[in-house]
């Protein structure tokens, strides 16, 4: 057993333009993404599972509404929240998600009960709804998920009909994550969000699918996704990262950016992931201006950081 562990969280690769982010504003994005990475981090200090850290992580996340989850989630075409998320365990293939819930606290928590107390891994709309009220989980009012911000967001796209898959929307995506390893050496992902704004239809991105926003293998890496899902569910972003250090001997920096920098960039899709393989290594590549991001290595160094002209923002332990 290894005491060295290490854990890294995303706010979405849908960042700000820099010349709307004031130093107020970064100060808020850089405690949001410090507290979430902490929180988890101190898990897996104390001994506690990776899924465990993601789970709190990810949870931290979904309570803030600066980032589009949970609470800060997106308004669809019907004025209304919709969100997805999913988390799996490396140590055992196990996974949960739920796609199209509303009202629910925390989707994440949702997600860990389809992996732990149902015999499936995907429920969607109101069974998710009735099956997370079977555990007793926290409902919210809509007052509860309204944002101003995401109200104006929406209210600026509301007429624009599709997003065409060539378009470049960042200000209109987001989505948390996070991924860990822990001192057994397992490895989990989780990923949460309020999808795109003006969502329409019923659409689901790629965070509450297993492979494509989200994968862990204890052998490999843990992943989570965040962008333009259509391309990350057609490119199957998260397990290809797996696929190519399993079939092609990649190390977890060629294979995260042979997806991010190459696959996902060339068909045009927009957004970045971040990963975890079993020695510790992180990588946390992405293709668009910025990405929220947050992590600690295995000296327990803490690092935040949003646009890709700056490795972090911040340095503390
Ligand atoms: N991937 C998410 C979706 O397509 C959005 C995002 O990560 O920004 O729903």
Redesign the pocket.
């Known amino acids: 057993m290894s005491s060295k562990v290490c854990i890294a969280v995303h706010g979405?690769?849908?960042v700000l333009d820099q010349n709307e982010m004031d130093e107020e504003l970064k100060k808020l994005y850089g405690e949001g993404l410090s507290l979430a990475v902490q929180k988890g981090h101190q898990i897996l200090l104390n001994g506690g599972s990776a899924i465990d850290a993601v789970a709190s992580a990810v949870t931290a996340l979904e309570d803030n509404p600066l980032f589009?989850a949970g609470r800060g989630s997106v308004f669809t075409f019907e004025g209304k929240q919709e969100m997805?998320a999913s988390l799996m365990d490396g140590s055992n293939f196990k996974a949960g998600s739920v796609a199209m819930v509303r009202n629910v606290r925390n989707p994440i928590q949702l997600a860990r009960k389809v992996m732990d107390e149902s015999p499936y891994v995907l429920l969607a709309g109101t069974g998710a709804e009735e099956f997370a009220k079977s555990k007793d989980l926290p409902f919210e009012p809509d007052s509860y998920f309204f944002n101003e911000k995401r109200y104006k967001q929406w209210q600026a796209v509301k007429d624009s009909g599709f997003h065409r898959l060539d378009d470049r929307a960042p200000k209109n995506?987001?989505?948390v994550g996070a991924v860990a390893l822990d001192q057994k050496g397992n490895l989990a992902a989780g990923t949460s969000?309020g999808?795109?704004t003006n969502k329409r239809y019923g659409r689901i991105?790629?965070?509450p699918l297993i492979g494509a926003?989200t994968y862990a293998d204890n052998q490999h890496c843990a992943v989570s996704?965040?962008?333009?899902?259509?391309f990350?569910i057609r490119v199957v972003a998260a397990y290809d990262v797996v696929a190519g250090m399993s079939y092609g001997n990649l190390t977890l920096k060629e294979s995260t950016d042979l997806v991010v920098m190459k696959k996902l960039l060339e068909m045009g899709g927009e957004?970045g992931l971040i990963a975890i393989d079993r020695s510790g290594n992180i990588a946390l590549p992405f293709n668009a201006e910025g990405m929220y991001r947050g992590w600690i290595d295995l000296d327990g160094v803490m690092h935040v950081a949003i646009y890709s002209n700056e490795l972090t923002m911040n340095n503390e332990q």
């Open positions: 979405g690769a849908g589009n997805d995506l987001g989505t969000t999808g795109m991105g790629d965070s926003g996704c965040t962008g333009h899902g259509e990350f957004g």
